[in-house]
């Protein structure tokens, strides 16, 4: 039986990859890719020409089966997102449920998450954290909100730029305008960037500026 290697890629600077997780990807039989045109940069950058399949939202209900099956034939497989650690915010949960229930062996390396360096440079406690990711855009999302309002762990949320202000009102209008927060952008890249202040002092800083690259926002809890 072969192997499921989850690995994790750079979310900005390519030197962000690991020797261990260059290896893997240049000896494995298959590699699935959340998007090929984004991850074939990456893999020609380091000289890595094994295939790629397609792996995303969209196709892993239908994928998840034969790539078991393969695996289970013998082959290894990692899996990749276009940045950070599958199964992050990311395809990738389903793929790794199932091969445990078929008794393949899954190793995750360790590596590049956009929200790790977001949370320690916040300057918020981070000695217990609630991560969650994309809020819901529409359905459930003002029921999470308001389930979040009594959260004593320092929060971190994922955010796209152009929905940014957006989020930070509503987290104003739910946590209060003198809630701490940090924003950080570009993460690892040349521009990044890390704003901290309350929330009513982002909102402002945000409207006068606009946001630009992918967005963590660190969020801290009520003080009780």
């Known amino acids: ?43 020609k950058h380091f000289e890595i020409k094994n295939f790629m399949q397609p792996h995303h939202k969209f196709n892993e209900h239908k994928t998840v089966e034969s790539v078991v099956y393969r695996i ?4 290894t497989v990692a899996l990749i997102s276009d940045a950070g650690t599958p199964g992050i915010s990311d395809p990738g949960f389903l793929l790794v449920r199932e091969c445990i229930r078929n008794g ?15 949370l320690v440079s916040s300057g918020l406690p981070n000695e ?12 459930g999302r003002q029921t999470r909100l308001k ?8 929060m971190v949320f994922y955010e796209s730029p152009h ?5 930070l009102a509503q987290f104003a209008e739910y946590f209060g305008t003198e809630r701490q927060a940090s924003v950080s952008r570009e993460i690892s890249k040349l521009h990044e960037e890390t704003v901290r202040g309350s929330l009513g002092e982002l909102v402002e800083h945000f409207t006068a500026i606009e946001p630009r690259g992918e967005i963590v926002i660190v969020l801290e809890g009520i003080d009780i």
Do not use: W
Request: hydrophobic share 45%; proline share 6%.
């Open 128 to 139: 217990k954290f609630c991560f969650e990711g994309f809020l819901p855009q529409k359905k």
């Open 72 to 75: 289970k034939a013998g082959e």
């Open 1 to 43: 039986m072969g192997k499921l290697y989850v690995v994790p890629t750079p979310v900005g600077n390519l030197e962000d990859m690991t020797f261990r997780a260059i290896k893997v990807l240049k000896e494995v039989d298959l590699i699935l890719a959340e998007d090929t045109r984004t991850s074939g940069i990456l893999l």
């Open 163 to 167: 929905r940014l202000l957006k989020t």
């Open 104 to 118: 393949i062996e899954v190793q995750c390396l360790p590596g590049a998450t956009a929200f790790v360096p977001a």
């Open 147 to 154: 389930a979040l309002a009594d959260e004593k762990r320092t």
